[in-house]
Every structure is written in structure tokens, then in C-alpha cells.
């Protein structure tokens, strides 16, 4: 064993919205508290970013599945009782509306991207810097009184803007447009937006969901412009940073112990739970399985090695600090330095590469800073699970195939790369995918051991995910 998602700006909106417009609408005079105009109205992202929170009180995690509901004392709650978060007020956290506004608690609105384009007002309206008033929607307001009722109309039909909508009618925002998309599907089914291009997917029943889930990202990863190959694997994805996400600095280590990630768990996943194989690499849906590092069946996929992008983009797994907790399933980007934490050689070469990794195990033996990518060969560190896998010798405990590379070169560095490569060749002869992953280190990551890297939080590639 050795735990982004959700995103802020890619949203399953509401359309349950209610204007209370006066005479006075067009005034673009701030902002009274959120609290007293639209809390509680649009889902909103909660303190740590990583779910959705509903008016009703469902909860919904990065792939749009409902987890679990909020309760009266602001703890988001899974259907076994188990706290996924603590903390969520509706006053306090941002909201995301049909049209792809941002309300923040202050009254502040944003677009997807972050960009600050207005304020609400004291009718519950949205007053853009451009002096346009328009609602949730985007829609453009014309206030009319009538004796009866106070209506918000639109000036192009002479219909009422947004009247009530069926709380259990949803649609879907496109962050890059800020427009609906699929404006009312029933609560039976289901839409999703890529978050690599933006482009929307089908709605599906809820009983095909999930495959037809990873089925349409391959299918829109193939048709992206970006894609420089019919490997969607290699589609190059749109690194998308978390705001108010961790970031910092520290070093990256290396392992793999064949064990079953303890992300793998229910009960330490938070909602995002991993993938588990056994020794024939099928997948185990028993999330209860023990693990092979207890004599159980479960263990490390081989699908989780490492992916190669481009020369200077990848992605992979890692384990992260145990002490930290609460990361199964969260992104991030890890910018090399072009340094090394006990000496630099090859990692000059590492300057200016990214690594996107997605945390799916923890490490008692990680410290903050640190993430400990999972490649065959680095290493089996605490745990060792491999030895049903027909491999050969694993090379050093702690730093694997490359550590006995240096050592026996006298801590040559020239030598590492063609060392590295031989060991990876022999080692994992029965497995091509093992040998893949291995030789990754001595490709992509350029033989380097433990290269320094500044970090910071993203929203998962649709390769992790599907991969997770």
C-alpha cells in the first residue's frame, strides 16, 4: 500500500431558477450577500473542489456519479455514512449557473476561465462589465410588470425567461462557451463534458453510463483536433489548473510494488475509488479483496504504467504522502527543474518536462513534496507483491533497476540510460507492458533518479481517468 475530480469550471447546471426582479433590475449597483439572493439555487463546488453540490442536496463526483448527499451539519455523506467532506455552506461556497457564470460568495462573477466579467445584483440578476443585465442563462433581461406577477421577459420572443423548470430536469454547461447543452435531459440520464476540449457527449441511460462514458471520451479524444495520432492514448490534453489548488515544490521517487493501491479500498477512496487486478491482470470488482502484499488476490493494474505524450508531456500514477490523505483520484502537473535532489546529472535534460500524475496510493515512506511515480522496476520499497508475476530480479529495494545501474557504474551517468534499458529488457521478458513501464524511466524520464519539480493541482486527462 502506499489516495481534482472534481473540476470548478465544468458543471452539470441546474435549471431549477427563480428571478425576483423589480423596477429598478437594470441597476447594476452591487451586490447584496449571496446568502440572501441565490444561495441554495445553482449546484455549487464545494471547500475542496472535488465534488458537486446540488439544491437538493445530491452530490456528484468529477465523472457526474452521484456519491452521496449533504447533510444538515454540512458534511457530504456516502450511502454507506462514511464523511467524504466536512465544511460546505451554502453562503460561503461558489456557485455555477446554467450559462457558465461563476458567483463567488462576494458577489463577484467569473466565467469559466476565471476571469472576473461582473457582479450580481440585488435582484439576483448578473450586471456584466459591458453594462449588459442578463440572467443565469446568459439571456438578456427586459423587466415588464404586470398586475398579476412580476415576470423577467425576453425581448426577442416576448416569453417569459426561464419560467419554472422541474427540479428534476438537469442540463449541462460548456465551460468554453458558457451555453447549455442537452438544456433539459431527465434525471434518468446522463451528459458529460470532456474536459480536455470542451465538447459534450450524449446523454445515456444511467445503466450504461459508465461504459458509454469511456467509450464517448475515446471517441472525442479520436476526433480532436489536438490528436496527433489514432492512439487516443497519445491525444495531447489541455492542462487545466485547479484554482485555489496545491501547489508547491519537491522531488519525484519511483516504485512499484504490485500491491493493491489503497485507493483500491472503499473506505479510503473518498468517492474516487481505483482499479484493482490480479495476477492475470483482470480487473476484481470485490473492493474488499486483500491484497497480494497479504497473500490476497488484488493488486496493481499493469494499464496504470506510465503514458508517453510527447518528449515534454506524460502522464502516470504515483503514490502520495500517507500523512496528507484525502487524495485518491486528484491530478497533478509536476514541472521538472532540470535538477536533482542528491545531484544533478541527467536530470538536465528533464528541464522544462511535465508530468501529469494522478494520485491512487499512499506511502508512509512519502513526504510532502513527494510524489512516487508507479514504474516496474523502481523499486518495491516497503511491500513486495511481485513475486506471482514470473519476473526477474527487481533490482534495489528502495529506487529498483536504475539504482543498481548507478551503483554498479560507480555512479557513472553516461552509462545509466543503456543499463537501465538492458535490466528493463531482461527483467520484464514475459510481460510487454511491465517492459514498457520500465522503460519509460530510462527513456522519457532520461534515466534520472528522484528529479526535482515544481507542482501544482489539475484537472485529470480523460487517459488517467479512464485508466484510475
Known amino acids: 500500500m ?21 423596477d429598478d433590475s437594470s441597476s447594476s449597483t452591487p451586490n447584496n450577500p449571496t446568502s440572501e439572493i441565490v444561495a441554495g439555487l445553482y449546484p455549487a463546488v464545494s471547500p475542496s473542489g472535488h465534488y458537486w453540490v446540488y439544491p437538493d442536496g445530491t452530490v456528484y463526483d468529477v465523472r ?10 454540512g458534511n457530504l455523506v456516502n450511502e454507506a455514512g462514511v464523511i467524504l467532506e466536512t465544511g460546505f455552506d451554502w453562503t460561503k461556497v461558489n456557485m455555477v449557473t446554467p450559462g457558465g457564470y461563476v458567483i463567488i460568495p462576494d458577489g463577484t462573477i467569473k466565467d469559466g476561465a476565471g476571469n472576473v466579467v461582473g457582479n450580481l445584483t440585488a435582484e439576483g440578476n448578473i450586471a456584466l462589465n459591458d453594462g449588459t ?29 426561464n419560467p419554472g423548470i422541474s427540479s428534476s430536469d438537469m442540463g449541462i454547461v460548456d465551460p468554453n462557451t458558457g451555453l447549455p447543452v442537452i438544456p433539459g435531459i431527465s434525471s434518468s440520464d446522463a451528459g458529460w463534458v470532456d474536459p480536455n476540449t470542451g465538447v459534450v457527449q450524449p446523454g445515456v441511460s444511467s445503466s450504461s453510463s459508465e461504459n458509454n462514458w469511456n467509450n464517448n471520451n475515446q471517441q472525442n479524444q479520436q476526433s480532436s483536433s489536438s490528436v ?25 521517487t519511483r516504485y512499484w510494488d504490485c ?47 506510465p503514458i508517453v505524450i510527447n ?21 497533478f502537473a509536476l514541472e521538472f527543474t532540470g535538477t536533482g535532489k542528491y545531484g544533478t546529472d541527467n536530470h538536465k535534460k528533464l528541464k522544462g518536462k511535465t508530468l501529469i500524475v494522478m494520485a491512487s496510493n499512499v506511502g508512509a515512506d512519502v513526504e ?18 511481485c513475486s506471482g508475476f514470473g519476473w526477474g530480479n527487481m533490482g534495489a529495494q528502495y529506487g529498483g533497476l536504475l539504482s543498481d545501474c548507478e551503483t554498479s557504474s560507480g555512479y557513472d551517468a553516461s552509462t545509466y540510460k543503456s543499463c537501465l534499458t538492458q535490466k528493463c529488457n531482461s527483467v520484464f521478458s514475459n510481460n510487454s507492458k511491465a517492459k514498457e513501464g520500465c522503460l519509460f524511466l530510462a527513456t522519457w524520464m532520461e534515466a534520472a533518479g528522484n528529479p526535482m519539480h515544481n507542482y501544482r493541482e489539475v484537472e485529470c486527462p480523460a487517459q488517467l481517468l479512464n485508466k484510475y
Open 64 to 73: 457526474m456519479r452521484p456519491v452521496g448527499t449533504l447533510d444538515a451539519e
Open 228 to 252: 496527433s495520432s489514432n492512439n487516443n492514448n497519445n491525444s495531447t490534453p489541455v492542462i487545466n489548473y485547479v484554482p485555489g489548488g496545491e501547489s508547491g515544490s519537491g522531488w519525484a
Open 311 to 331: 518528449d515534454n508531456l506524460a502522464l502516470a500514477f504515483a503514490a502520495v504522502p500517507a500523512a496528507n490523505g484525502g487524495k485518491c483520484g486528484r491530478c
Open 133 to 161: 443585465i442578463v440572467d443565469g442563462s446568459g439571456n438578456v433581461l427586459e423587466v415588464v410588470l404586470s398586475s398579476s406577477s412580476v415576470e423577467v421577459i425576453d425581448p426577442n420572443t416576448g416569453l417569459p425567461v
Open 368 to 385: 510532502k513534496g513527494q510524489f512516487d511515480i508507479m514504474i516496474p522496476g523502481g523499486g518495491v520499497g516497503i511491500y513486495n507483491g
Open 2 to 22: 502506499k489516495k481534482y475530480v472534481l473540476t470548478t469550471f465544468i458543471a452539470l447546471a441546474t435549471a431549477c431558477v427563480f428571478w425576483n426582479c423589480s
Open 259 to 305: 500491491c493493491k493501491p489503497s485507493c483500491s479500498w472503499t473506505e479510503n477512496a473518498g468517492g474516487n475509488t481505483a482499479k484493482q487486478c490480479n495476477v492475470q491482470q483482470q480487473e476484481l470488482s470485490d473492493a474488499s479483496a486483500q491484497s497480494m502484499c497479504e497473500g490476497g488476490p488484488a493488486g496493481t493494474c499493469l494499464s496504470q504504467i
